[in-house]
């Protein structure tokens, strides 16, 4: 079965998003098979962002990720890994359709610049199990 990893950001937390965001991924079906609240580090984010690093924007990234404490999952299901950026909708709000999750709760971005999308999914099985190994491998399991 076909797996990739979720991020609710910490904007999305914030926002008392969580619930909204997990009955979107169960409504749809899809199976959680971990979940886990806690602080993404620094060197995490590094690798998880690996392709981002030299963008200008990579150290707002990493500031904005790093605001609160983050849900991170990975769910399960039949092309789980399209059908999640589905849900989800583009990168930028201003874009997302209505019906996704960035289009129905995140906004454009504003003067300050930053992209604050709510969620994250995998872009590729490839990178769902890059990522899943990253968040839940085994030195990091868990930050408990
Ligand atoms: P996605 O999260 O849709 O996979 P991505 O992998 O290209 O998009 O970028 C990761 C995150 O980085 C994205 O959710 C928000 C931020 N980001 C991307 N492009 C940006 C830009 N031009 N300015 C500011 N933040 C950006
Ligand atoms: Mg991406």
New binding site residues.
């Given amino acids: 079965m076909e797996k990739t990893l979720f991020i609710i950001k910490p904007d999305g937390v914030k926002r008392g998003l969580v619930g909204e965001v997990i009955k979107r991924i169960e409504r749809r079906g899809f199976i959680i098979e971990k979940l886990d609240m806690r602080m993404a580090t620094q060197e995490l984010l590094e690798q998880h962002?690996e392709?981002?690093i030299k963008?200008p924007?990579f150290p707002?990234?990493k500031d904005y990720m790093t605001s609160g404490p983050i849900v991170i999952g990975v769910i399960s299901g039949n092309r789980v890994v399209s059908s999640w950026?589905t849900m989800?909708g583009?990168?930028?709000p201003k874009d997302a359709l209505p019906g996704t999750i960035r289009g129905d709760f995140a906004q454009a971005?504003g003067e300050e610049?930053?992209?604050f999308?709510i969620v994250?999914?995998s872009?590729s099985t490839e990178a769902a199990k890059r990522e899943i190994a990253i968040w839940f491998g085994q030195s990091n399991k868990s930050t408990k």
């Fill in positions: 962002y392709a981002l963008k924007f707002e990234l950026r989800m583009v990168t930028n971005p610049g930053g992209i999308n994250h999914g872009d």
